[in-house]
């Protein structure tokens, strides 16, 4: 008997790949600042327990600052998602050349070029092996006509699988 379990991913857009990957988010989700805030916070507990004893990881809100730093700020983690988003694209096998031709296909067109990932994933079952395996336990006995021995057999099962990955970077334009 032979059952194949599709499971297609929607396509999400290149500026929201790092949102991608976290199973909560949801786009259309309302905002919910105590959730953000009680996420930020366990976040900045496990930063610590990796950061070294004397790095005392906290809340941007919770520094003194001047006004200019929050776009300092920004501007540092706006280049961090986007370093993190073109590493992805390379991971992909999307090498310098090709990320330098849309960016100069970009500009000279004053457009905006959008990617969407796709992943198609599908899982089919092949079959059932049933098998013996020799236990650990081994009893030898001996009498007047000589010796017996006496092993334990367990009983496995293996399931055998068809598993397929297959992912498209499509390139499109506003």
Excluded at 15 to 30: D, H
Excluded at 105 to 118: G, H, M, P, Q, V
Excluded at 138 to 147: E, I, N
Aim: charged content about 30%.
């Amino acid at each position: 008997m032979r059952r194949a379990m599709p499971r297609i991913r929607p396509v999400w857009w290149f500026p929201m790949l790092l949102f991608a990957f976290s199973a909560e988010a949801s786009f259309s989700e309302t905002w919910n600042e105590h959730r953000f805030r009680t996420k930020t916070r366990e976040a900045l507990v496990r930063v610590k327990k990796i950061l070294d004893t004397n790095k005392e990881p906290t809340n941007a809100e919770e520094v003194p600052h001047v006004y200019d730093d929050k776009y300092a700020l920004a501007n540092y983690l706006t280049n961090t998602a986007l370093a993190a988003d073109l590493n992805i694209l390379k991971e992909f096998g999307m090498g310098d050349q090709i990320l330098e031709t849309l960016n100069t296909k970009a500009a000279k067109n004053n457009r905006t070029i959008l990617l969407s990932f796709e992943a198609d994933e599908r899982c089919e079952f092949i079959e059932e092996k049933e098998f013996y395996v020799d236990g650990k336990t081994k009893v030898v006995s001996s009498g007047f006509f000589g010796s017996s021995e006496t092993k334990t057999m367990h009983k496995e099962k293996q399931w055998i699988w068809n598993y397929t990955v297959s992912y498209k970077i499509k390139i499109g334009v506003d």
